[in-house]
């Protein structure tokens, strides 16, 4: 299924505003924020990796008047706390997941989660099938890093020691102005507006002491444990959602499109949808088309 649009030119809203809060999650002090609405049902909005809770905010924008939305910031990501001596595993994001909407007393509830949160969403929706209503996962299906994938033990394990060794060397990159720090995100995907750019860059990123300016997300993300849920146990998860779950995917993505069809079939009720002139973050390159196919998903 492909879905054709022009890109949107509509700014940001106004009209509501989400107030922050913090949860704890293996002893660590997590951030989510909450848009109001509480009488209405819950809505869960899980960002990817090396992002922030803020990516959803047009979204939420646009619908916090139906739903009640909750968008968390991932361990070393956001306002969320970094891992020290641990390494960032899928399951310890699920775990995250499953704290805070059983601490939230959220479910049942609807979900739309990107890339990397879209992999944790599933995999939780797999151990919890009866507290999901319908699912929306962008770009999510793409499989967890290599270092998961068949190879004998000592290599993926010695391969995350010298992964692991060579961030340990790794500052986190310094740029001098947030105008410097606008102009990396606007590069990194050139279907952003410049006005989605600079809110993303604004809320992203920490001034440092001398300073100049630094991404919040914990440079540690970029390296997870070699030992972690496997490919055939992720498909395994999915065969156990009995919800209607929607896979979307940029038709200028880099994910490979043939895969993205095949995953369709691992599941009990999926269908998968292409978005036309957008790449992997569909939800900020095509927003009204996005939530046109999000309302009519969840209606």
């Not at 319908?134 to 000592?154: A, L, S």
């Amino acid at each position: 299924m492909t879905s054709d649009t022009a890109k949107s030119t509509k700014p940001m809203k106004g009209k509501a505003s989400p107030t922050s809060h913090t949860y704890y999650s293996q002893r660590m002090k997590l951030h989510y924020l909450d848009w109001g609405n509480p009488d209405a049902p819950p809505l869960l909005l899980v960002h990817g990796n090396r992002d922030h809770c803020h990516n959803w905010d047009w979204v939420a924008q646009e619908l916090c008047d139906d739903y009640h939305i909750i968008a968390p910031d991932f361990r070393g990501h956001g306002d969320s706390q970094w891992v020290y001596g641990s390494a960032y595993r899928r399951s310890e994001y699920i775990y995250d997941l499953a704290q805070l909407i059983h601490q939230q007393n959220l479910a049942p509830l609807h979900v739309i989660a990107h890339s990397l949160g879209g992999g944790v969403a599933l995999c939780y929706a797999g151990v919890y099938p009866e507290n999901i209503k319908k699912m929306i996962v962008i770009e999510g299906t793409g499989g967890p890093p290599g270092n998961y994938y068949d190879r004998p033990i000592h290599k993926k394990i010695g391969d995350w020691i010298e992964q692991t060794r060579k961030m340990a060397g790794r500052l986190p990159k310094r740029y001098e102005n947030l105008e410097e720090a606008f102009e990396r995100m606007h590069e990194a995907n050139s279907h952003l507006r410049a006005d989605q750019a600079r809110h993303l860059t604004a809320h992203g990123s920490d001034q440092n002491e001398d300073g100049s300016y630094s991404w919040k997300f914990d440079n540690y993300t970029h390296v997870m444990s070699p030992l972690d849920i496997l490919p055939h146990e992720t498909r395994e998860l999915w065969g156990r959602i009995d919800s209607p779950v929607m896979l979307v995917s940029g038709s200028e993505s880099w994910m490979d499109s043939v895969e993205r069809e095949k995953h369709v079939t691992y599941f009990k009720d999926a269908t998968h949808v292409t978005v036309q002139d957008a790449g992997h973050w569909v939800q900020h390159d095509q927003l009204d088309e996005f939530l046109r196919l999000t309302r009519d998903f969840f209606d």
